[in-house]
């Protein structure tokens, strides 16, 4: 048991940091951007693999094993999570950098709350909604300012922008309404799943598969820019140089679309492993954890440069998650303490 949690957590961090890192130096060179592409094969990967354990091939003909969710459900559940994986690896297009995306992924725990008090009639502490204040506040902050401190002296008025700013500016707030979409569509995601595995069994493997194989076919709605995608992907000639401890590494487009597919899976595997092995509570810090490191990584090896006002953001980001994850442990020793005495 504590071997197999072990070894989820190392995947975990290895498959999920590495699957950042390379999705960085994948959006970070200024061609065509391969986000929809890259999620195709995500996809495919993670349904060829399922294949060996929900398909039956004893009858000669292949067929796959009776489900034990039923397929109406796997309906909702794959619009869900097309629309989530589509708008997420697509916000690159707009502007949106990796450390302000993660930090804005973050902060998916404050829509999580919102929908179960809404449709879930779910009951949050004040510790709880103060950190959900925290992690709000946070990612205006981040968003708003990533490129600048406050400062009433150096704001331009709107009127005096040039054109090319003000494009960039409706660019970058299509991207925020992306990243926000997605973040609604994978927070309703993890709700309706958590109601069929009450109702139906915690049949996480089978949920994984049928969620990426039913999406397959909706690819053919981008068939003409997933083309183009593919085309971009066979003529690069483009390399990006990665430069760690003064040590320069090397790497063409294909060969980090194939480690970021690859780490994709180990990530997708070890999160789970670990969901079925760990309580919520383990599985949001080491996530929390996992995606501070990314974020400290990306920093590091991109020298992303963000204001100090964003740094404050992302402080705040992360420490309402860290309240948010260590809350209902304080409150429960809170009432222990209140009963002995």
Not at 198 to 206: D, F, I, N, V
Not at 269 to 289: D, E, H, M, R, Y
């Amino acid at each position: 048991m504590f071997q197999s949690a072990l070894f989820s957590v190392f995947t975990v961090f290895g498959g999920c940091c590495s699957n950042v890192l390379t999705l960085e130096s994948i959006v970070s060179t200024h061609e065509l951007p391969i986000g929809n592409t890259l999620t195709l094969f995500q996809f495919l990967l993670v349904t060829i693999e399922g294949l060996y354990s929900f398909g039956d091939f004893k009858r000669g003909f292949p067929f796959l094993k009776p489900m034990q969710i039923p397929l109406k459900v796997y309906v909702v559940s794959v619009l869900l999570f097309f629309v989530s994986s589509i708008t997420n690896n697509s916000v690159f297009n707009y502007g949106i950098s990796v450390p302000l995306h993660i930090v804005f992924r973050s902060s998916g725990i404050v829509i999580t709350m919102l929908m179960s008090w809404l449709f879930n009639n779910k009951r949050y502490s004040r510790l709880q909604v103060f950190s959900g204040l925290l992690l709000t506040i946070g990612t205006i902050i981040t968003s708003v300012f990533q490129d600048g401190n406050v400062s009433c002296g150096n704001r331009q008025p709107f009127s005096d922008l040039k054109r090319d700013q003000m494009v960039f500016r409706l660019k970058f707030l299509k991207g925020i309404a992306l990243l926000t979409l997605s973040s609604v569509s994978s927070s309703s995601l993890s709700i309706y799943t958590e109601r069929a595995y009450q109702k139906y069994g915690k049949h996480w493997r089978e949920n994984l598969f049928y969620t990426h194989a039913l999406s397959l076919p909706l690819f053919l709605i981008q068939y003409r820019q997933l083309l183009k995608q593919l085309f971009v992907l066979k003529e690069s000639d483009k390399k990006t140089i990665l430069t760690i401890y003064n040590v320069p590494l090397t790497l063409d487009k294909k060969r980090l679309l194939l480690a970021n597919i690859f780490s994709q899976r180990v990530c997708i595997k070890g999160v789970n492993i670990l969901a079925s092995k760990t309580n919520a509570l383990t599985l949001s810090v080491v996530l929390l954890i996992r995606k501070f490191l990314s974020l400290l990584l990306s920093l590091y090896i991109f020298s992303s440069e963000l204001s100090l006002t964003s740094y404050v953001g992302i402080a705040l980001v992360f420490t309402g998650a860290l309240v948010y994850a260590i809350a209902p442990n304080i409150e429960s020793s809170n009432a222990t303490h209140k009963k002995e005495n």
